[in-house]
């Protein structure tokens, strides 16, 4: 009876579908694969804040926040094969101001490289889309130059 229950338990944890990474963004549990693409993201934040920044910078008058819950990973690569440690990580970003106002969408291509210690690699920057601000947040947007 008892290796009975044993088989059937071994069973179900086999069957059951684990979550892809999109997926695990919608989950509402706690999982091991969140928990390290959670890590992963504060790990690359501080990278991908700089091109977001230098972007914006042209735009508004103070730095929109990046947060890691508003950092969706939609690929990551290795680049060397099976087992290699260098990777290509492709991230869609949401940066905000104020009360986590949403001011736009960002794309941030990343390498990650044992070649490249202590450094993330921005490879790409590209603007997606720009949000309007609402009326009482339009004072941080940066006055156009008059020629």
């Known amino acids: 009876m008892k290796k009975k229950i044993s088989i059937l338990i071994l069973l179900t944890v086999i069957l059951i579908p684990f979550p892809s990474l999109g997926e695990a963004q919608r989950l509402e549990y706690d999982s091991t694969e969140l928990k390290v693409q959670d890590l ?19 735009f ?17 690569e290795r680049m060397e094969g099976f087992r290699s440690f260098h990777f290509v990580i492709t991230l869609e970003v949401t940066p905000v101001i104020g009360p986590h106002i949403a001011v736009g969408r960002d794309g941030v291509t990343l390498e ?21 601000l609402p009326a009482k947040w339009r004072h941080v947007i940066k006055k156009p130059k008059i020629s």
Do not use: F, R
Request: charged fraction near 25%; aromatic fraction near 10%; charge should be negative.
């Open 40 to 58: 992963m993201m504060l790990l690359v934040l501080d990278s991908v804040a700089i091109p977001i920044n230098e972007y914006y910078s042209d």
């Open 112 to 132: 990650v490289s044992p070649v490249l210690p202590e450094t993330i690699k921005v490879l790409t920057y590209e603007h997606l889309e720009t949000y309007e």
């Open 60 to 76: 508004l008058k103070e730095n929109p926040v990046v947060y890691p819950y508003e950092i969706e990973l939609k690929q990551i």
